[in-house]
């Protein structure tokens, strides 16, 4: 039986009120872990999450591991007697930012404190990390955290250097308890690692085999999700559409959307990351035929180029990838997609740059995440020639955005008139000014003369519009 993501619930923060965020959320999260202890406090925690949403999500399962077990969360790293980071290493400057922090907390400012570090990099790099900053007890993959309290017991016991790093566990996040930080929108992972080999990620290295959690599991999380108030869930994976039910039920992924959309409650539906490969034409049935399921698919390229695109191991050509397109644009109801775009791979010309941009006015994406190329350890890539230089790559950059803001606002532009219904999840400082989604993942900033609209579903009529974002009013 695969136990890797059966995650006991309760609600340790959350409840409405009070607006997203970590900060805003963080003196929620302390009176609801103080609420909850039935004996002494054992220390404090300071967490400090770096990277994706799988690693919001981590977070807050680490949270609940250490709320569980008498800790109480704190907002700044001096207060702590625990510091924590949730690291990211999918590329090198993310990498690099971890180890400035804990520079920050060398062995003079260390003062009895026990720092941990945390995902992709602790289990990237290892008992090296001891090397680096020998201040650091604690080194912990996220295949490993409902260890913690074991592994932090042993520190306290006097060991001097602790590490929890399997990577393909079936226990991967079988944590008793989920501290979330949304109280509104719950991450839910139904499928941790990746199987696919592509030639410059570190994911299969930091984050282990492809493991899919039971079924019977996620929609148990769901409905429990869904009677503690969340009404929009949001299913994580790095290829979450590549789901494959170890159970005898053998559900298809586009049927266990529509079976956690059936939850009494639950009025959204989102999933992330789908890979081009597995994403089938039942996905797009399941979003025509239930509306629940958002009109968003995050669907990333990486490059429009054939030639590149094979050198990346990503499985698919160009043509390949706009059939897909052209398949989720054929839907009954327009879905907006977006991507993910890497420029400077080893080898990229400026041919192959030029059929980058060609891709993005042919797609004409409603939006995108671009990065330039960043070589890393343990993948294939790492050993190709002809390196694009830096200053190159911020040029590519440079154009693949300026491409891709004159797409969207166009776009953006012919929205005005129309009118849309969103989850609020912002309020600004400005009297009267909320934010939040639509179902199509567009952020609109809109203003209303009601109060208390956090969590609320209204309807919002856009009244203008910029290349990131959509203004309106409240109908
Ligand atoms: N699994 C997802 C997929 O297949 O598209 C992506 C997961 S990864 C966390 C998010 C994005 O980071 C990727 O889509 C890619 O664009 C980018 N990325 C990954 N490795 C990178 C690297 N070595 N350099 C630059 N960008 C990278
Ligand atoms: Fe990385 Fe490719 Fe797996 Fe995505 S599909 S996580 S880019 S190896």
């Not at 001097?160 to 979330?180: C, P």
């Not at 266990?256 to 990351?273: K, M, Q, S, W, Y």
Request: net charge negative; proline share 4%.
């Amino acid at each position: 039986m695969n136990k890797s993501f059966d995650i006991g619930l309760e609600r340790l923060a959350g409840g409405t009120g009070f607006p997203i965020g970590a900060n805003n959320a963080g003196a929620e999260i302390e009176a609801a872990g103080l609420d909850l202890l039935q004996g002494p406090v054992r220390g404090t925690f300071f967490l400090e999450t770096f990277g994706c949403q799988m690693n919001d999500h981590d977070s807050e399962k680490v949270a609940g591991v250490l709320l569980s077990r008498g800790y109480r969360q704190v907002e700044s790293p001096e207060s702590a007697s625990l510091i924590l980071y949730n690291t990211c290493s999918i590329r090198e400057k993310a990498a690099q930012k971890v180890f400035s922090r804990l520079g920050e907390f060398g062995v003079k400012q260390n003062e009895g404190r026990i720092i941990g570090v945390l995902g992709c990099v602790a289990q990237q790099e290892g008992e090296d990390i001891f090397e680096r900053a020998p201040w650091v007890s604690l080194v912990c993959g996220s295949a490993s955290y409902r260890k913690l309290p074991e592994l932090l017991a042993q520190i306290e016991a006097g060991k001097q250097r602790v590490t929890g790093l399997d990577n393909d566990t079936d226990e991967t996040f079988e944590t008793e308890m989920t501290r979330r930080d949304n109280p509104w929108r719950a991450y839910l992972t139904i499928i941790e690692g990746c199987d696919k080999a592509c030639s410059y990620c570190v994911v299969p290295y930091t984050r282990g085999p492809e493991r899919s959690r039971a079924s019977d599991a996620i929609l148990r999380e769901a409905r429990q999700l869904a009677e503690l108030g969340y009404t929009e869930v949001q299913l994580l994976g790095q290829t979450v559409n590549s789901y494959k039910d170890p159970t005898a039920r053998r559900m298809r992924f586009s049927e266990l959307l529509l079976a956690v959309a059936d939850e009494p409650g639950i009025r959204r539906v989102r999933f992330t990351t789908s890979h081009p490969s597995d994403f089938t034409r039942d996905i797009v049935d399941a979003i025509d035929a239930q509306t629940k399921l958002c009109n968003h698919v995050h669907l990333p390229v990486q490059s429009g180029s054939t030639r590149v695109l094979r050198a990346m191991q990503r499985t698919y050509s160009r043509e390949e990838y706009l059939e897909k397109i052209a398949m989720i644009r054929g839907a009954k109801r327009p879905i907006s997609i977006t991507t993910d775009i890497i420029v400077g791979f080893p080898g990229e010309t400026d041919e192959d740059l030029a059929e980058t941009l060609s891709l993005l006015e042919a797609v004409q994406y409603d939006g995108m995440f671009s990065f330039k190329y960043s070589p890393r350890p343990h993948t294939p890539s790492l050993a190709m020639s002809d390196a694009i230089s830096e200053e190159e790559k911020s040029r590519r950059l440079a154009m693949l955005q300026e491409k891709q803001r004159e797409i969207q606002a166009k776009k953006h532009a012919a929205l005005v008139g129309e009118t849309f219904e969103i989850l609020v999840s912002g309020k600004s400082r400005r009297e009267n000014q909320w934010s939040g989604h639509t179902a199509c993942h567009r952020v609109i900033n809109f203003s209303s003369q009601e109060r208390a609209l956090l969590g609320k579903y209204v309807r919002v009529g856009v009244t203008g519009a910029t290349p990131n974002c959509l203004v309106g009013e409240q109908t």
